[in-house]
């Protein structure tokens, strides 16, 4: 069963960083696109990044972490990875991995299961 798993979640200082992976399971699976969203306690779900991966992709962020943060795809792993640095204490939430992948000729969309960050100041 095709399913994102996630990882790299955790507690970190202000000014620290931290890098969070998305693991679409499943062999058959490709990823088509894949974003990053983080929900702080009492906000709506934001999206922080996103990699479109077919044709010539490219890839897009939040103002708010512009120059912080990078995500990259390793089509190798099939995986999705968020590059974190100098890490906010605004930047606390729990992040969920969203993918749309390629499944014997359908696409379908994806939610991981969500990672706790935590940034201290």
């Known amino acids: 069963q095709t399913q994102l798993v996630e990882s790299g979640g955790g507690l970190v200082q202000a000014g620290g960083s931290l890098r969070l992976s998305c693991a679409a399971s499943?062999?058959?699976?490709?990823?088509?696109?894949a974003g990053w969203y983080r929900q702080a306690p009492g906000k709506e779900r934001e999206l922080v990044a996103r990699?479109?991966?077919?044709?010539?992709?490219?890839?897009e962020y939040a103002d708010s972490v512009k120059g912080r943060f990078t995500i990259s795809r390793d089509q190798a792993r099939n995986t999705v990875s968020l590059q974190m640095n100098n890490l906010k204490p605004e930047d606390t939430a729990v992040y969920y991995c969203?993918?749309?992948?390629?499944?014997?000729?359908?696409?379908?969309?994806?939610w991981g299961q969500g990672t706790q960050v935590t940034v201290s100041s």
């Open positions: 969203n993918a749309n992948l390629r499944i014997w000729g359908a696409n379908y969309n994806y």
């Open positions: 990699i479109i991966t077919v044709g010539a992709g490219y890839s």
């Open positions: 499943g062999s058959t699976s490709s990823i088509n696109a």
